[in-house]
């Protein structure tokens, strides 16, 4: 199974910041990387595939870099909607695995 | 607008059944991959299994292999999940989840996802 790190497991950050969270997987998974956000009690969202694609109606200031085993999603410049978790997901392979997440919490 | 409605959890003892189900509606139904992905309580998110779009190829995370199946009714844009001997390991909530794949069989990863439904096992 391919395991997916996610570093840090959590973070403080202020608004207007810029926030990065890195993944690496156990091995090469090409550019099929998502990037997902949960709020607490909610589904979670999608925001980026293909490591940096975004999808539909996300907003530019999520982005998303990479390729093979490490990549980033990028926020560059926190609004208050923003404090959630977020997972990064390889889809190369059966079974799919996700990272840890990432809890972004308000400094 | 794409909507994935979940419903069927609810209280099981352990060793108990349930059935999972996902209406679909806002998009053709049969052109897409299927996924169910849960969430223990307090925990990260787990995929538990896949469906194709005609039913013939369905793929599965091993911990629910034997004891999960999933399958899904096209002409009722409906997904489905049978949990059998279940766990108290298996409580969590379970999201049903569209799994694109371009024309050229290049998956996309989720891109929409239900509310997701409650499954709690306990005696």
């Known amino acids: 199974d391919i395991q997916m790190t996610q570093s840090p497991s959590s973070l403080s950050a202020s608004v207007g910041d810029r926030v990065t969270i890195t993944c690496r997987a156990s091995?090469?998974?090409?550019?099929?990387l998502a990037w997902f956000q949960q709020k607490p009690g909610k589904a979670p969202k999608s925001l980026i595939y293909?490591?940096?694609s975004l999808q539909s109606g996300v907003p530019s200031k999520f982005s998303g870099s990479g390729s093979g085993t490490d990549f980033t999603l990028t926020i560059s410049s926190l609004q208050p909607e923003d404090f959630a978790s977020y997972y990064c997901?390889?889809?190369?392979?059966?079974?799919?695995?996700f990272g840890g997440g990432t809890r972004v919490e308000v400094k | 607008e794409v909507q994935l409605v979940e419903s069927g959890g609810g209280l099981v003892q352990p060793g108990g059944s349930l059935r999972l189900s996902c209406a679909a509606s806002?998009?053709?139904?049969?052109?897409?991959?299927m996924s169910w992905v849960r969430q223990a309580p307090g925990k990260g998110l787990e995929w538990v299994a896949n469906?194709?779009?005609?039913?013939?190829?369905?793929y599965y995370v091993d911990s629910v292999k034997g004891r999960f199946t999933i399958s899904r009714d096209n002409a009722k844009n409906s997904l489905f999940l049978q949990v059998n001997s279940l766990t108290t390991e298996d409580t969590g909530v379970y999201y049903c989840?569209?799994?694109?794949?371009?024309?050229?069989?290049?998956?996309?990863?989720?891109?929409?996802w239900g509310q997701g439904s409650l499954v709690t096992v306990s005696s």
């Open positions: 997901q390889q889809y190369y392979a059966y079974p799919l695995t």
């Open positions: 989840a569209r799994f694109p794949v371009s024309d050229y069989g290049q998956p996309l990863g989720f891109d929409y």
């Open positions: 806002g998009f053709t139904f049969n052109n897409y991959w």
């Open positions: 091995q090469g998974i090409s550019n099929y």
């Open positions: 469906i194709k779009q005609d039913g013939s190829e369905k």
């Open positions: 293909a490591a940096s």
